[in-house]
Structure formats: C-alpha cells, structure tokens
C-alpha cells in the first residue's frame, strides 16, 4: 500500500497517510482541520534529480557525431 506526505497549510503539520490508489486524497489536517496538500515523497524527488543531472551529464561529455542520427535522438 502506498504512503503519502502531506502537509497541512495552515499549521505546517507534516503527516503520512496511508492509503489506496483508489482512495480520495486527504483534505483536512488531522490537527486543526485546516485544508492539507500532498507533498511529494523524498525518494521521487531524489530519482528525478538523479535522472535530470545524468542527462545533463552526459550531454556534456558526449560528441554530437549523432545529432541526425534517428537512432540516437
Ligand atoms: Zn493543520
């Protein structure tokens, strides 16, 4: 089953849910009822950073020979 973070928006109350895809996303915080938004989960953003700097990586050190390449692009 799948955890979610949120965060409240008014009282700054950071809680984990968890939950099933099919169920609807939290609204209320659990402390002062305050509406509450998802916040992404510290393992997604650190794959999408190493994703982006690999890219970045590579694009730099890597010659450009394959620019038309259909295969390649
Ligand atoms: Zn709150």
Do not use: R, W
């Not at 965060?7 to 305050?34: H, I, N, R, V």
């Amino acid at each position: 089953m799948p955890t979610y973070d949120y965060e409240c928006e008014d009282c700054g109350y950071k809680f984990e849910a968890f939950q099933k895809m099919s169920d609807p996303a939290l609204t209320e915080c659990p402390k002062c009822g305050k509406g509450v938004h998802k916040v992404l989960s510290a393992g997604i953003g650190i794959s999408f950073k190493g994703s982006g700097f690999y890219v970045n990586d590579s694009g730099s050190s890597s010659p450009k020979s394959c620019d038309n390449c259909s295969k390649c692009s």
